[in-house]
């Protein structure tokens, strides 16, 4: 009884031996997922290439639907529950740590089971002629998001131990067992059903992999608590709807551009916004890799370290592709050398976009998820506006301007908020 009291009174991370680790194992991670990403993409787009060579546009397009409703299925089965299991597991005892993973995980399959039925009853109705694949086919590729949901909870605990070399193993073995189905597709060894049956093969993979991870720093001595799951849901729920305005609020910009200056505007702007996307990617796996350590020690002078060395990082990619941003263009096609202005705004816009997401992780360790939500709203608002104003003016460039505005005004806003909620200098949780 001893040992267990001793266990639960300390943190997850103490429990397992991880505190203190040296800024090595912050850059192994960043390195890691980074790599990680940046892979992910280029295998994406390979399977891409290879699929539209060998399949008719038909077919591709029937993938192109399955994809993008796997895609919705995975954001709805979340919940916005990744950062706040990490918050949790991170910052609490061992007990309460492991009640919140088994309390989370529930809940995701669950909403991962409606979700997948109402996706796959409206993809055989509404597609009913157009699919050209079985129920069967789509069912099993939608099935995909339960070992998904389960890895995702796995990532989450894994991420609170700044164990993230796994995490990126995980993915990329997930990647390579789709391109290896889309590899004896193009070879002829698969049909297109065939091939669908792989990508939940490939999920699966991607959980062996970090359940095992997993698995090897449970800590099986120490009394599971229970959380409060109404809390637990809400704030997740929360921390959903901050994704989905964001999501709004990224992805309206090209329908815009389309609707107010025409298609081959849009396409000039949907190539420039695909490097800007990328360089997002960089620094994508060092915020993930230091939230768990804003939640161990959210001061004023670790934010502020975060900031100026992230800032400064992401000067370098940034301003490489400023300077070649005409050959870049150029290379693709002449016609897209019209994007050079705007990839320019969008570049000086990287940094900003590195600003505000370390800053809303700040407010996040803080529980100030409802302040992101008013700033996300306003932020879809101002975008919106700017863009009926600049885009009949100066085409994608105002389009481009709009976005860097918009997240220099967040910036300056949210900043001040996210500063004051970190009242004064703490040490490790």
């Not at 943190?11 to 800024?23: D, F, M, N, R, S």
């Not at 302040?371 to 975008?383: Q, R, S």
């Amino acid at each position: 009884m001893a040992d267990l009291a001793a266990g639960a009174g300390r943190t997850t991370l103490e429990a397992a031996g991880q505190v203190a680790k040296p800024a090595s194992r912050l850059l192994s991670n960043s390195i890691a997922m980074g790599a990680a990403n940046i892979a992910g993409r280029g295998l994406g787009y390979a399977c891409i290439i290879l699929m539209a060579r060998r399949l008719d546009v038909r077919y591709l397009g029937i993938y192109a639907v399955l994809l993008t409703s796997s895609m919705l299925l995975e954001l709805l089965s979340n919940l916005g529950l990744d950062k706040i299991l990490i918050r949790e597991i991170a910052g609490s005892a061992a007990g309460i740590g492991q009640g919140y993973f088994w309390a989370a995980l529930p809940v995701r399959l669950s909403t991962a089971a409606v979700s997948t039925s109402v996706a796959w009853a409206m993809l055989v109705l509404v597609f009913k002629t157009q699919l050209q694949v079985s129920p069967l086919s789509v069912a099993l590729f939608l099935s995909a998001i339960f070992p998904i949901v389960a890895a995702r909870n796995c990532e989450a605990f894994l991420t609170a131990h700044e164990r993230l070399v796994p995490i990126a193993v995980s993915q990329l073995v997930e990647r390579l067992v789709t391109l290896s189905a889309v590899l004896m597709l193009a070879f002829g060894l698969l049909r297109f059903n065939e091939m669908l049956w792989f990508v939940p093969i490939a999920s699966l993979s991607r959980l062996l992999v970090v359940g095992r991870s997993a698995n090897q720093i449970w800590i099986p001595n120490v009394e599971t608590i229970h959380p409060n799951i109404r809390r637990l849901v809400r704030q997740g729920l929360e921390l959903f709807s901050v994704e989905i305005l964001a999501l709004v609020y990224f992805r309206s910009d090209t329908l815009m551009v389309a609707k107010l200056d025409g298609l081959s505007a849009a396409g000039v702007y949907q190539v420039t916004y695909k490097v800007f996307d990328l360089c997002l990617s960089l620094f994508s796996g060092f915020l993930q890799a230091s939230f768990p350590r804003m939640i161990r020690s959210n001061t004023r002078e670790s934010l502020q370290s975060m900031l100026i060395i992230g800032s400064c990082l992401l000067i370098i990619p940034c301003g490489l592709i400023i300077i070649c941003r005409h050959f870049i263009l150029n290379t693709l096609r002449a016609d897209y050398a019209s994007g050079s202005t705007s990839l320019l705004w969008l570049m000086l816009t990287v940094p900003l976009v590195y600003i505000t997401s370390t800053l809303a992780n700040a407010a996040i360790v803080e529980g100030r998820i409802r302040l992101l939500i008013g700033f996300a709203a306003l932020l879809i608002f101002t975008n919106v506006a700017l863009n009926l104003i600049l885009i009949p003016k100066w085409s994608i460039n105002g389009a481009a301007f709009s976005t860097f505005a918009c997240e220099l005004i967040s910036a300056a806003l949210l900043g001040p908020f996210a500063w004051r909620s970190i009242s004064k200098t703490r040490g490790s949780l």
